[in-house]
């Protein structure tokens, strides 16, 4: 349920002293009374103001507004006149803060034409937007977000709304003219200049406003006898703001794949007709679709869409990472007449541009990452997340949300559902179906009655099978059979770089980040030695810095190293590397992927970002590199994750008529993830791992909000997250709940970016209460200036580093 988080507005508009905290809370904790507006009014101030900024309680409308700066507020203003007609919750207003000039920019989530207030208000200066950028609904979300994620509202509100949006970028003011022929008799115009004449003839003749430079052009005269009649009162002008023109709304679709419907198969019929009755229902619903790889989740997304659209309604489609899967947007740009896909590569221009098409109504599906959830339909009928278990979903910044828990609350206020899809769900949404939170369509089968890839385990402790190279002896023999077959491959390995570690053999020292305590990654390209946790680049060190022995080594294996390796053994195959440092530039995806499907490329090798949702039927071998890699890492997740991308590398074989097998390296091949990823056994995995997780109350069967707290002096930094988590246990023994604190202790990354981090872990049953007690707890902690130190709270963290 959404809930109005903010009722607490203290009247000191001046900034609090000091402190530049990166949380803040500015909600009540949800006990407090909540009544209806009005009482809400009478428990604002915890202080009884000084008697000389007491009013007579009289009558006043009041809007209460929040900042994304600090202070947060929100405060109460008193609203002028002139645009008492105009102001709504998610207007954009300036207001007087402190003793800021010119005034500060706040959102305004609340109007009460008939408030009280037993102070005296300031005004507000100015509404912003003629239209709020935010409807009612994507008011609550809002508010709902930032109370669950414990984000300041005026945060929220900046996530929500893009800053191309905020600017307007990419649009003109122009000022248009218009003749009335009321105000131009026959007369009047007789008597003006001749430039003047014409320029009113021409106008009275359009019929239509026009800009002073298309008159001037039609007319064959300067603007200055247009200026001269607007002056007198012969024309009257307005001003519209509009878009540069030279945007296109569809893509270039030349990937080589044809249009394609397909009779579907009987489990994606069944799924359909679920999916339809839920949108035909109008009630909030939650969906899984659970379809093994190359069961053809994406036709039934698009079956649904078209059946929805018949209603005129619009759908969104949150997916990893568009640019990462040109074939996804291609399947969607050719069956419906208005996509609007949202990427990360675009200008501030075109984002606005799309957010103005969206709004307008005239958008049928918008495909997009995580922020797309917030896209403005105006008839949102259902929100698809593709890949629904990936973690980009999360924001790693505040405000902390997750796509899918925003999708679900913001489906809730809108009475609509929400589909869910994956071949390997996250346990999150598995763990609903269970308790009937969500409901499970399957799709059991692969289209065209298509085999499951058989997978070989090759195990990597055995002598015989390892060569010097990190390919093994069976995997090395099946590239090169399937090269013979004029196949492809795809080889994953999820490390870039060249190598993974610069140590001298001599003294043993290992070439760090100064400012992250994590070793640094050589790159060949160029010789940098880089840190892939910040900025930070030096020319990769030709001697031990440390004992300047001159033989450094280089360990550990990276993407370039394995490309080289590739290239040596396969020097007739053509290999093509897909990672973040390849794939740069804009379009580069889309190239690599078109010249794989034309054939060009005979071998893909790449991180993760080779392993999502690519559907190319001559894939006859995938090689995963190392299976271990995410492993042994100190997250519970652990284990799932390496289920998920072993699964989904996989399941980009077999999907033609040719078949395909898939072989995977690994130091544990008798770990149950790899065992059942090897078995394509993702309910075995997911049974299993939910009784591991029930062991120590991990989600889903429990909530888990991590505290990072930063900064520049470790032991200034250790005693302020002792205190902090001090006060947290001392809210829980207070409020009687029950709550698990983990630390605080440094994390795996004890130092990042120049700062000492500690952190601490907090299980609890349910959100409910430890959303609760960390919200009291915090309340007014505040962290002296001097100390330089800053913390957060990530509410279900997915990153444990
Ligand atoms: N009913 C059908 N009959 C034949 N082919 C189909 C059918 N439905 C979908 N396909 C085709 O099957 C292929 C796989 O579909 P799709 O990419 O949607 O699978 P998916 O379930 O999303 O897989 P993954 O999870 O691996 O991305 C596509 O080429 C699609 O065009
Ligand atoms: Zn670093």
Redesign the pocket.
Known sequence: MLTDACNHAPHDTSPPSGNAMTHDFDHDPPHRNRGDDASRQVDLFDKSPPPWELVAAEETAIARVVFSQSPHGPYDYAIPDAIRSHIQPGSRVRVPLGRRRGGTMGWCIHVDMAGKSRHKLREISELLDEEPLCDPALVRLVLWIAHYYQAPAGQVFDTLIPSSVRSSAGTKQKTYFRADPKDLTEEIVAGLSPKQQAVARMLLAANAPMTAAQISIQVGCTEDPIRRLHKKGLLSSERRREQNSGMTTRWQINDGEAE?T????DS?SDALKQINQAVESEKTKVMLLH?????????VYIRAIEHLVKFGRGAIVLVPEISLTP?TRG?FERRFDSVAVLHSQMTPAERHFQWQRIRSGEVQVVIGPRSAVFAPLPKLGLIII??EHDGSFKQDTQPRYHARKVAIARANSLGIPVLL???TPSLESWHATRTGHAERLS?PD???DRAMPDVQLVDMRIKDDRTVGAISRPLHQAVQETIHENGQCILLLNRRGFATTIQCPSCGHVVACPDCDMPLTHHRDGGKAMCHYCDFCIATPPWCPACRFDGIRYGGLGTQKLEVEVKARFPNANVARMDSDTMRRPGSHQKVLSAFRSGKIDILLGTQMIA????F?NVLLVGVINADSALHFPDFRAAERTFQLVT?VA??TG?GDRGGRVIVQTYSPEHPAIQAASRHDYIGFAEDELVNRKKYNYPPWGSVARIIIRGTEEETTERIAEELVGRIEATRDLLKHEIRILGPAPPPIARLRGKFRFHALLQCPESGPLGETIRRACQDFRIPEKDDVQYVVDIDPMDML
């Open positions: 394609k397909h009779h579907l198969t994606q379809g093994v790889t190359g069961s053809g989740k994406t036709e074939q399947r593709d890949e899809g994956s071949a799709l692969r289209v065209r999502k949702g690519l559907d039927p989904q399941g980009r999907r």
